[in-house]
């Protein structure tokens, strides 16, 4: 029997288009698209298994669609530092076609914490395969580090595509590993902004000892695991990490799965496979590795026979009531997501590291 480990792996190649592009899931319409976020995430999930060329075609395929864009990249970069607002057409799309066009359909479009992750999920590559990004690479990776430089402060869309008037958390902790990207042209030229957007964190978007969701809320999202796994902005064992996962297994892990926030309500509100395995992701570097295990086990628990992984499962909703509003809406819940086998093998390639199965 294929294992699933072996099954993720498969799924993601088998679903990288020739262009270089990651579809975030086949069998879900509204999802046949490629997400820098998701994608960032898939690649970097290649690399941790020695799969360098998979994620190589992906960035080059991201680099070459965001200099496409450099006229639109300019025009934000401008706009921001002049204080003027942004438009609809001053901004990178967070969704990509295959062939890297982008929808017409409304969508919530503003969100930067996708390109702050491909930087971080492209020095990674650097790293792990040895391999050196092309200068068509690094000119994209110089481009978005100007955008992310000159539009960190600003109000977007988060990781979960809601509240676009907030700033968040999650999404300031991406732009800051992006910021921070060993990459030529990268490293050591946004010192200020870094310095900027940690105190801005730190004075901001904490509550008694913890992080919060986005700045003026008081809860917390599972996404928060990031800011230290692996965005590096606080060590898994400080303090205010381990309050605010301390919060997150309180107010979000129910039927051993977690859940994004308290009230999301996307498909009901269940327990997600990728955040699950990214909480064990994170156990792992805070060193508690039986938690880890536990995690990888309620993952592998929720793969269907055919060893797939959905983006959420809905065994505890948050609101019941509107699991059948999404089904009507969009069909059922996406399954296989890569970014659910992504962190899958993230976790278990991790764990193997660690201490072995
Ligand atoms: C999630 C995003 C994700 C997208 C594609 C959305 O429902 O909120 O985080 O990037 O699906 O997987």
């Known amino acids: 029997m294929t294992s ?13 288009n020739s ?20 994608s960032s995430f898939i690649a970097y999930s290649m690399n941790s298994i020695g799969e360098h060329h998979s994620a190589d075609k992906f960035h080059q395929w991201a680099a070459e669609n965001i200099l496409k864009r450099e006229e ?48 971080w999920a492209l020095a990674e590559h650097q790293k792990l395969s040895g391999f050196r990004a092309s200068t068509t690479t690094l000119r994209a990776a110089g481009l978005l580090g100007q955008y992310l430089g000159a ?34 042209g990268i490293k050591g030229k946004y010192e200020q902004q870094l310095a900027e957007i940690s105190s801005f964190i730190l004075n901001n978007a904490v509550t008694e000892d913890r ?20 965005y590096n902005l606080i060590a898994p064992t400080n303090p205010l990490m381990i309050a605010t996962v301390k919060k997150i297994e309180e107010k979000l892990i129910h039927g051993g799965g977690l ?14 496979v990728l955040l699950t395995a990214w909480l064990g992701w994170y156990y792992l570097a805070a ?3 039986q938690k880890a295990k536990q995690a990888l086990a309620w993952v592998e628990a929720q793969a269907d026979a055919a060893n797939q992984l959905p983006e959420q499962v809905p065994n505890t909703l948050n609101d019941k009531s509107f699991y059948q509003y999404w089904v009507d809406r969009w069909g059922n819940i996406a399954n296989p997501l890569l970014w659910s086998h992504a962190q899958y093998i993230i976790l278990y390639t991790a764990l193997n590291e660690v201490n072995g199965l």
């Not at 879900?28 to 820098?36: I, P």
């Not at 409304?106 to 992750?117: E, H, R």
């Not at 969701?213 to 928060?224: E, H, Q, R």
């Open 151 to 184: 539009l960190w402060h600003l109000p977007c869309y988060d990781s979960w595509e809601e509240f676009p008037d907030k700033i968040h958390t999650y999404t300031l902790a991406a732009i800051y590993a992006g910021l921070n990207a060993d990459i030529e």
């Open 19 to 38: 262009s270089g592009g990651y579809i975030a899931s086949p069998n879900f319409s509204t999802y046949h698209y490629s997400w820098f976020r998701d």
């Open 4 to 16: 699933l480990f072996q099954r993720s792996k498969e799924i993601i190649l088998e679903n990288q």
């Open 72 to 119: 639109t990249i300019q025009r934000a970069i401008q706009k921001a530092q002049n204080g003027f607002p942004l438009g609809e057409q001053d901004i990178l799309h967070t969704r990509y076609g295959l062939t890297g066009n982008v929808s017409d359909e409304d969508w919530p479009n503003f969100q930067l914490d996708g390109f702050g992750t491909w930087l």
């Open 259 to 272: 859940h994004r926030y308290s009230s999301d309500t996307y498909f009901g509100g269940g327990e997600w």
């Open 211 to 230: 992080l919060i969701k986005y700045i003026g809320s008081v809860d917390v999202d599972a996404n928060l695991i990031g800011i230290s796994v692996p």
């Open 287 to 289: 060193g508690e590795v």
